[in-house]
């Protein structure tokens, strides 16, 4: 079965300070993509950065970056320089390319509080 | 002006009342999803449309239907709403994946929806 797991339900991090987001997922499929969105309390989905399951190296976007290591399963992102404004719910998904839909697959979520 | 837009943005019902949620985008992708988001969880996929002729039910379609009136317009309806369908909305479109694409899915604003 596909599956994201997401282990820290809610995480605090002091301003300016460098903080990881884990994310594990389970697909027997070979080829997938990775996305992380950040959902900020007004509840729109903010697509951060994306990660295919055949780059070698790891994806960045500005302040995002995203640890991924095939072997074990884990797309783990980074947000480096936090700020007030990263306070909000991060999702990680999954797009597994042999499921016709291409539908993401969610998990649950964690919710990120940057201290002043 | 926003590239996927969503109306109405907030509404509350009653049992048994149908209600139609509409989405629009400006982005010229063919694919477009409907997804529910329920509080504390990730979003799940109810209907997914990769042209106008094309409709395809999610996990979860059972309440819901829909209809691709052209390539930018896709609308979610409840023919008779109930309580269990109180959750936030969210539309979703993206490009087919190409040679080296990622479908990166960009997400409305969300539509909460109350039925009492």
């Known amino acids: 079965a596909q599956k994201i797991t997401q282990t820290q339900p809610g995480m605090f991090v002091q301003e300016k300070e460098a903080v990881t987001l884990d994310c594990t997922y389970d697909?027997?499929?070979?080829?997938?993509?990775l996305f992380w969105y950040k959902q900020p309390s007004s509840g729109e989905m903010i697509f951060l950065i994306y990660?295919?399951?055949?780059?070698?190296q790891n994806a960045t976007e500005g302040r995002y970056s995203l640890n991924f290591q095939k072997a074990r399963k884990s797309a783990n992102l980074v947000i480096s320089a936090s700020q007030l404004g990263d306070s909000a719910m991060y999702f990680c998904?999954?797009?597994?390319?042999?499921?016709?839909?291409?539908?993401?697959?969610f998990g649950s979520g964690t919710r990120l509080l940057v201290r002043p | 002006d926003a590239d996927v837009t969503q109306t109405p943005r907030n509404r509350i019902t009653k049992t048994g009342k149908r209600i139609m949620l509409e989405c629009s985008q400006t982005k010229g992708h063919d694919r477009m999803y409907w997804y529910r988001q329920d509080p504390g969880l990730g979003l799940r996929l109810i209907y997914y449309?990769?042209?106008?002729?094309?409709?395809n039910k999610g996990e979860i379609s059972d309440g819901y239907s829909v209809s691709r009136q052209a390539q930018a317009k896709f609308s979610l309806s409840l023919e008779s709403a109930i309580p269990n369908q109180t959750a936030l909305y969210f539309c979703?479109?993206?490009?087919?994946?190409?040679?080296?694409?990622?479908?990166?899915?960009?997400f409305g604003p969300g539509t909460r929806l109350t039925v009492l």
């Open positions: 990660q295919g399951s055949y780059d070698e």
């Open positions: 697909t027997s499929d070979q080829s997938y993509g």
């Open positions: 449309s990769f042209d106008v002729k094309d409709i």
């Open positions: 998904a999954m797009t597994p390319w042999m499921d016709s839909s291409y539908k993401l697959i």
């Open positions: 979703a479109t993206s490009d087919p994946p190409r040679t080296g694409g990622t479908d990166t899915q960009y």
